[in-house]
């Protein structure tokens, strides 16, 4: 009789587990977007909204995000609170990068001509709205191409 031998993946996840255990993301998943379409935050008029100024919904939304994860983010490091898996939940120092802003501009242009930011493309092909597959197919084909030429770019 043969010894198996089961690799553990990231968090410590065999392959049995990594579906059932993968679940619970797929439901918060299905909430969000179900908040997203609810809110309007997925609305391609809300997003043209916010981008020409007209509208404080979306910056008021965004504002609430920024704001609950900062109070989570010192919660987090004032509690030690850990992951799902018992891990530590790490902070790590950044520095600024002239690719950042570069990337920025890349993603807010991508963003106001769309109507759409990768998150919520999902939400809006649920949504019944199959033209932002076109949307969703130029995220995947940017990020392949981020990944040919991240050496030859700045960071």
């Not at 969000?32 to 939304?61: A, C, N, P, T």
């Not at 920024?66 to 509690?79: E, G, L, M, N």
Request: proline residues 3%; glycine residues 12%; contains cysteine.
């Amino acid at each position: 009789m043969e010894n198996i031998i089961i690799e553990e993946g990231k968090n410590n996840q065999t392959a049995g587990e990594t579906f059932v255990s993968n679940l619970k993301y797929i439901l918060v998943g299905v909430f969000f977007g179900i908040v997203f379409v609810k809110s309007e935050v997925v609305s391609w008029f809300r997003i043209q909204e916010m981008f020409r100024l007209d509208s404080f919904h979306m910056y008021g939304v965004i504002g609430t995000a920024v704001v609950v994860a900062t109070i989570s983010t010192v919660i987090i490091k004032f509690f030690k609170i850990k992951t799902l898996q018992g891990e530590d939940v790490v902070f790590s120092k950044s520095r600024f990068q002239k690719g950042n802003v570069i990337g920025g501009l890349l993603f807010g242009f991508g963003w106001a001509l769309t109507g759409a930011c990768p998150g919520p493309i999902y939400g809006l092909i649920g949504s019944g709205f199959p033209v932002f597959i076109v949307a969703l197919a130029s995220a995947v084909l940017g990020t392949f191409a981020y990944g040919v030429l991240k050496d030859k770019i700045p960071h």
